[in-house]
């Protein structure tokens, strides 16, 4: 893991391999980014530079000792806090404090990893506050979160904030195949979230993946100019839109579908989401000029000023249903 967060996150490992050989690591950081770009992988690396044996300016072997136990979380100078249950609680805290005023056991650095910091309950949040206003020893502090909206502006204002760019499409669907996810559904995934957290778990969702379906009978049908696809925003698509997540979800589909149509045009086929019906759209926009699927591509996209100003959902579905068949068969 410790070698892709090179990978992914090159720029903020080059960064930290300077501060450790430089010995100017700050006393606590805080991690921001989407589930699944490398985190707590960066965290774990940083300190594998802190206390590798044989690092070389700063870049940890990843082989010694001392590398191996870090990454297999069997290290006493570096300690990991993860919610129990839904949250931190302030016994963690307390724990962690009491493990701060304690010399290294093996030297005089420590290093603590504190995950999905934004789940500290408000006693865990102020205790751990107290602690980051009068640091003691020499102590390396890692906060990771994927909300930091949710994080104390107190708490926020003591660390040092590093977030972390998301995951490339191309990284995100190599992620969601190891996992197990055919290619061209891991694709669409990639392409509709950069959050690998949800995209697993949309991924899980039954519901979604009957959407994608409709989704696609919804665009061949307005491709023929074929008015079933009107009906099919109430049978189908409105189904799946019951709350807003939901509403902008199936409107990032729609967005992606006819952007696909006009990727295919222009003959940029890595690039579609929509890879599983690929094929077929290739010939069905053939008679389509790239003027009209442009055109329809600002249609779709004027959708979400609608839903912004709370337009009914299904409202915006049948209008553009319409304007959809009118700007690709309209002469």
Known sequence: MEVEVRKTQTQLVEHFTKLVAKQQLVHAYLFSGPAGVGKMQLALYVAQAVFCQQKEAGKPCLKCPECRRIAENNHPDVVRIIPEGLSIKVEQIRYLKTEFSKSGVEGKQKIFIIQDADKMTVGAANSLL???EEPSGQVTAFLLTSHLNQILPTIISRCQLVELSSLTVKQLTA?????GLPPDKAQLLAHLTGDLKLAKQLAADDAFNQVIQSVWEWYRLILKNDLQA?????TKLMTYAETRAEQEVLLQLLVLIVRDAMLLHYQRDDEVAFSMYKTELSQQILPLSATKLVAAMELV????PEMALNVAFQNILEELTLNLCNCYHQR
């Open 130 to 132: 107290k602690f980051l």
């Open 230 to 234: 009107f009906v099919l925003v109430q």
């Open 301 to 304: 996209l004027k959708s979400w």
């Open 175 to 179: 992620k969601l195949v190891e996992q």
